[in-house]
């Protein structure tokens, strides 16, 4: 069936430094979805990118889906304290345009 | 714009009670409703959603249901809890066509 990877599975950083998650699928996709949950708190829907090649910023997040439509990542540059929690990506399911699946997530902590 | 409720927050409940949890959403109509649960440190597992009042498809099999009686209202329930049912239980919506989903605060069930 399809399915969503994400590595690493947990990234501890100093703040300060840069961060990278990548969001791999086994399926060519319409678009892809990030969301971050901080700790304690509910899933937040980021962007959707749909183009291929396309990035996207919002300030010192960079979102980037690969030109074949089947791998994305997210940049943040410089992490701050308010960058921690755990970021997903979700993509549509194939199946059913009703549906997403989520990606297990990626689990930042940032060092102070 | 769109605000999407849950209630309660928090919930203790003995194995074998019931439950019942309500999510509803405004500023929106027709929308895609979602639960989810996520147990501690763990992604998102659909449970249910549904397309429209009355419409639900179950993902996994389990000691749960769920109904829609309205447009905006999307009611999650168990007639026996088990140990097994203790999570964070999140509800979404989505205007559909694999676009993003909202969530709600999530509300926190112990099964003692």
């Known amino acids: 069936g399809q399915q969503v990877m994400q590595i690493p599975q947990y990234q501890h950083v100093q703040e300060g430094e840069d961060f990278t998650t990548y969001c791999n699928s086994s399926?060519?996709?319409?678009?892809i979805q990030w969301y971050k949950q901080r700790p304690g708190g509910h899933p937040v829907f980021l962007i959707q990118?749909?183009?291929?090649?396309e990035v996207k910023k919002q300030k010192r997040l960079t979102f980037q889906f690969g030109e074949a439509k089947k791998n994305s990542s997210l940049h943040i540059t410089a992490t701050q304290t308010t960058d921690v929690g755990t970021y997903f990506c979700?993509?549509?399911?194939?199946?059913?345009?009703?549906?997403?699946?989520f990606g297990p997530g990626t689990s930042l902590s940032v060092i102070p | 714009s769109q605000t999407i409720h849950q209630w309660p927050a928090t919930l203790v409940q003995p194995v074998g009670s019931p439950l019942s949890l309500e999510c509803t959403v405004e500023g929106t109509s027709n929308p895609n409703l979602y639960w989810y649960r996520q147990a501690a440190g763990r992604g998102l597992q659909l449970l249910f959603y549904s397309v429209g009042i009355g419409q639900i498809s179950s993902e996994v099999p389990q000691n749960l249901s769920a109904s829609r009686p309205q447009d905006r209202q999307f009611i999650l329930s168990s007639k026996k809890l088990l140990l097994s049912d203790s999570g964070f239980y999140l509800c979404?919506?989505?205007?559909?066509?694999?676009?993003?989903?909202?969530f709600g605060p999530g509300t926190r069930l112990t099964v003692l």
């Open positions: 399926t060519t996709l319409s678009n």
């Open positions: 979700a993509v549509p399911l194939k199946t059913s345009y009703d549906k997403v699946i």
């Open positions: 979404a919506w989505s205007n559909g066509r694999a676009g993003p989903q909202y």
């Open positions: 990118l749909v183009k291929s090649g």
